[in-house]
């Protein structure tokens, strides 16, 4: 059994029309909302081993905020260029390839693929906002088995609960 997280990034600040989609950061409300998010997971036991993210800088950054509030160290927050603009299969296909010694994942990236990653991995079709955490056990022993299907949604957890 594996658990996959998968994490909609933080609330980015659209404030400066120069920046490149794949630049933009986190906006005030983003810079709390994760780790408060990484807290919750905290609070609760969740022990993440690795964190995979978007190359996106609010992906990023949510990942990092995330990781810092639950004690994982910088070297097991991972960048994976395909995450942006993945969609839920691409997300999924990511998710599919971690290390069989990784129980607990969580994948950082954008919507609609994370909400689309969610309803193609356990059936159960949401609206993920931004910085929400879908927690899914997977029954499966390794990563290469996650399929569609393959996943049961424990629970999603947003910033406004």
């Known amino acids: 059994m594996k658990t996959l997280l ?3 990034h933080a609330k980015s600040d659209w404030g ?5 989609d794949h630049d933009r950061p986190l906006n005030d409300r983003g810079e709390k909302d994760a780790p408060a998010m990484g807290g919750r997971l905290a609070e609760r036991g969740v022990e993440l081993d690795l964190v995979v993210t978007s190359t996106a800088l609010r992906a990023r950054t949510t990942a990092g905020l995330i990781a810092a509030a639950v004690g994982l160290p910088d070297d097991r927050v991972v960048e994976d260029e395909r995450l942006y603009g993945a969609s839920g299969g691409g997300i999924l296909a990511v ?3 971690l290390p069989d010694d990784v129980e607990v994942a969580a994948v950082v990236g954008h919507n609609p693929g994370m909400s689309d990653a969610v309803g193609e991995l356990t059936g159960t079709w949401t609206d993920l906002p931004t910085c929400a955490v879908a927690t899914c056990r997977v029954d499966v022993d390794r990563w290469v088995e996650l399929v569609e299907r393959t996943g049961v949604l ?3 957890d947003t910033p406004k609960d």
Request: proline share 7%.
């Open 6 to 8: 998968l994490v909609r």
């Open 16 to 20: 400066d029309p120069r920046l490149a």
């Open 95 to 97: 998710a599919s390839g």
């Open 154 to 156: 424990d629970r999603i």
